[in-house]
């Protein structure tokens, strides 16, 4: 032991610069020349600013180039109000309709082994790889005057196709992905063991899930009802098919911003386009933060 | 509280996880689970815990069917491999949650909780961790603070799958010293599940051997290690060497040739002769059994390892006190102490 340490001590000057040199080659091997660093950050950043920056700026420039008052205004007209009220209707309804579900779902898959698991799994991601606007013709198949459920309804006076029913069950469609998607990786890696502990500890499986499994996922589950918010109030295709683009009652916020925009009233088009930025802002933020709770209460046992 | 467990079968799709188990525990027994894993081992004890359910077999304790309750009404307690505390509890909370969680009509007030948990955590002597989350404690305290989980609701019998499976030798050692004292100030019936055979022979009254599903012995640590029941025990046990050999008319031969070993007059047959590796004495050539060159010596702690190549063709390894040190190229005599001959 004492001759090697006394080995490395009489090499270590010559050694030393020979790793210094090896680290250098190191860092050439892994870094491009300067020019070509420059040119690819610079074609990055440019690209950023033209589709993602300038477009973002241009909502807000057109939404106030007539000044805040115009603004204010346009967002206070009874249709532009009418479009947000049913917009975080239909979002309130989706929402809490899939996060029932996408519990449910989550629960089902990673803690239980039952047959057709798979086929679920899968049958989840459908409304991620239909169009949307073929999303929207699906209601009005079923629920529409030649519709398979539309005698029927119209015999009971039932109104699903171009009021709130219809656009909240297409939306719902729609977004139905989300919570699920965001609970099944977590619940499937957080296991079953604490659950089996719970009742193995005398816990009913109401207090195991309240105690226990809703604890560990409560980040997982606000992640996915932010994202599955977002979409479900920006929601355009499927909601124009089912909407019927009624004036002051059907309208969601992204209908009315084409309507106004088509009769070229771009300061409102661009004020109510201005407020879904917004909410596309503000949940990029919270989407970072959650990111940043999930990963750091992720187990550090194994 | 006696646990029965008759003829208990288990199979996942086309795998037998237990063949038809027998097993009975007295009580305030610190038994040992002991086997390879995939013996079915775990899945015993998941069964006994409610955890898992049998497809044919009966479980009781003190003479009433277990079956026919759930995990819930059981009153098992049962430390898991992993631990498996709650993460977002303190450990306060966690080894709390089985005295919160009980019925109205029985919950005890907050203060007398309270000194259940100060009392446990005294027992398992981490009282100083109590506000401390999960991911904060060491392997070895989460191991005891789970123990102390299981403890609280006053468990009629106590199970624990691997208990110190997750963590490093030195802890391990301490640990299982301090379960068998535990075990002995709370006299619970207590089963654990282990694939480490010094464990099982250090910390257990008495020690289960299992093999694909089945029963293989059942006796004291003493009984398993000296007196194996069957080859798989001799060879799962201990260091063993196995040689491939014929017993006819009372004559044992390896690869043809007769060995100067006692078979009492028996005829099996293709047979497993089993030899510890410290009980095959080393002499001078043509005074033992056996006849090898020593092929390779490392120095094992207090004994000396040697690969030895039998004339038969065979290759062996042996344990060799190290008052007389072998060199690879001698010529050795092999006398076994002690054997064991198995059929088959």
Known sequence: MTMQIADSVSLSSPEAKARAHAAAARNNLRTEPRAVRVTIISLAIAFLTVFVVMPLVLVFAQAFSKGIMAYITALAEPEALAAIKLTLLVAAISVTLNLVFGLVAAWAIAKFDFPGKTFLITLIDLPFSVSPVISGLVFVLLFGAQGYFGSWLRDHDIQILFAVPGIALATTFVTFPFVARALIPLMQEQGTQEEEAAISLGASGLQTFFRVTLPNIKWGVLYGVLLCNARAMGEFGAVSVVSGHVRGETNTMPLLVEILYDEYQFVAAFAIASLLAMLALITLVAKTVLERRLDGGEDRDH | ?344
């Not at chain 2, 525990?25 to 409610?50: F, H, M, N, Q, W």
């Not at chain 2, 948990?117 to 002597?125: C, G, M, P, S």
């Not at chain 2, 490093?168 to 694939?195: G, M, P, Q, Y």
């Open chain 2, 1 to 344: 509280m006696t646990i029965e467990v008759k003829n208990l079968v288990k199979i996942f799709g086309s795998f037998k996880a237990l063949d038809g188990v027998d097993l009975t525990v007295d009580s305030g027994e610190l038994l040992a689970l002991l086997g390879p894993s995939g013996s079915g081992k775990t899945t015993l004890l998941r069964i006994i815990a409610g955890l898992d359910w049998p497809d044919a077999g009966e479980v009781s304790f003190n003479g009433e069917d277990a079956l026919a309750q759930g995990a819930r009404e059981r009153h098992v307690g049962f430390v898991f491999q992993h631990y498996a505390l709650f993460r977002h509890m303190s450990v306060f909370e966690n080894v709390a949650f089985g005295l919160r969680v009980q019925p109205r009509a029985v919950r005890k007030d907050e203060a007398t909780i309270r000194a259940r948990v100060k009392e446990l955590l005294d027992l398992v002597q981490l009282d100083w961790l109590a506000d401390r989350y999960p991911s904060q404690l060491s392997g070895g305290q989460r191991q005891r603070i789970a123990l102390a989980r299981a403890l609280a609701i006053e468990p009629r019998i106590l199970l624990l799958d691997e208990p110190f499976g997750a963590l490093d030798a030195k802890v391990r050692k301490e640990l299982r010293k301090w379960l068998r004292s535990l075990h002995h100030e709370i006299n619970v019936t207590s089963i654990f599940v282990t694939h480490d055979q010094e464990e099982a022979l250090e910390v257990a009254n008495r020690v289960v051997v299992m093999d694909k599903g089945r029963i293989e012995q059942i006796g004291s640590p003493d009984d398993v290690y000296e007196t194996p029941a069957t080859a798989f025990v001799h060879g799962f046990i201990g260091e063993s060497i196995e040689l491939p050999v014929r017993v006819e008319g009372g004559v044992v031969s390896l690869n043809g040739r007769p060995l100067r070993l006692a078979a009492e007059g028996l005829t099996l047959g293709a047979s497993k002769l089993f030899v510890r590796r410290h009980d095959m004495l080393v002499g001078p050539p043509g005074s033992g059994a056996f006849e090898g060159a020593v092929q390779h010596v490392r120095n094992c702690g207090p004994v000396q390892r040697a690969e030895v190549a039998l004339s038969g063709g065979e290759t062996i390894e042996i344990d060799a006190p190290r008052d007389r040190e072998l060199r690879a190229g001698d010529t050795i005599g092999l006398n076994p102490r002690r054997y064991r001959i198995f059929a088959g």
